[in-house]
């Protein structure tokens, strides 16, 4: 059930300026990433993925990024926009992607005008 | 490309009554999907994975027989609520990934759960 007193880690940015979101993996043994941005009451929509292969990955105002040594994970969105306000997560997987994802527990993005 | 579609996307039902969800992939074949429970302001928690033509893998603490579900082709997968409670109001979304490509899961819009 839901925890009392949960929250989410808040972002808040100005419009146009560029956002960083940062995820900590758990499991060394993952080796494909993907970020998802969910917007309240919907589905989580897919944004950006990497392989553990890479460091970097670019996509349309997106960059993700990965550490492997430190387990970490980011995605930067350049000159965000009010429509980019959501709650984005990070997921893991093990085995190149045909498994399950493990969920990161999200950050609220915020944009104020 | 890659959409998928989930129905209905809100249901209220009474308590000991049973829902059925439907997950369809529309412009793909999915050979597996992903059914997932999400509560508010907390992340997506896996409940089991759903593979074409055989049963499917739950995840530890999920009930079996309380959650059944049915994977009958490569483009639909059900999820069914069975003797519904109260505590089982919640936010299901059911993923699909793409055979034809390796790795990202595609997710339906969810459907709203609420449990008189």
């Known amino acids: 059930g839901e925890s009392v007193g949960l929250h989410l880690p808040t972002l808040s940015v100005q419009e146009g300026d560029n956002s960083i979101i940062n995820c900590a993996y758990s499991n060394s043994a993952s080796d494909y990433f993907i970020w998802y941005k969910q917007e309240s009451g919907k589905g989580p929509q897919f944004i950006i993925d990497?392989?553990?292969?890479?460091d970097k990955r670019q996509g349309q105002r997106v960059t993700v990024l990965l550490n492997k040594t430190v387990k970490h994970l980011s995605l930067q969105i350049a000159a965000t926009q009010p429509g980019d306000s959501a709650v984005y997560f990070c997921a893991e997987n093990i085995g190149g992607g045909g498994n399950k994802l493990t969920f990161g527990t999200g950050t609220q993005l915020k944009v104020e005008l | 490309g890659a959409v998928v579609s989930q129905h209905p996307s809100w249901v209220i039902c009474k308590s000991g009554t049973s829902v059925k969800i439907e997950c369809r992939s529309l412009?793909?074949?999915?050979?597996?999907m992903f059914w997932y429970r999400q509560f508010p302001k907390q992340s997506l928690m896996l409940m089991a994975t759903s593979n074409e033509g055989s049963k499917a893998t739950y995840e530890q603490g999920v009930e079996k027989d309380k959650f059944l579900i049915n994977h009958a082709s490569l483009t639909l997968s059900t999820l069914t609520v069975t003797s519904a409670h109260p505590e089982d109001s919640s936010f299901y979304i059911c993923?699909?990934?793409?055979?034809?490509?390796?790795?990202?899961?595609?997710f339906g819009p969810g459907t709203r759960l609420l449990v008189l």
């Open positions: 412009d793909f074949q999915a050979t597996t």
């Open positions: 993923s699909a990934r793409d055979r034809a490509a390796s790795g990202a899961q595609y």
């Open positions: 990497i392989r553990s292969n890479m």
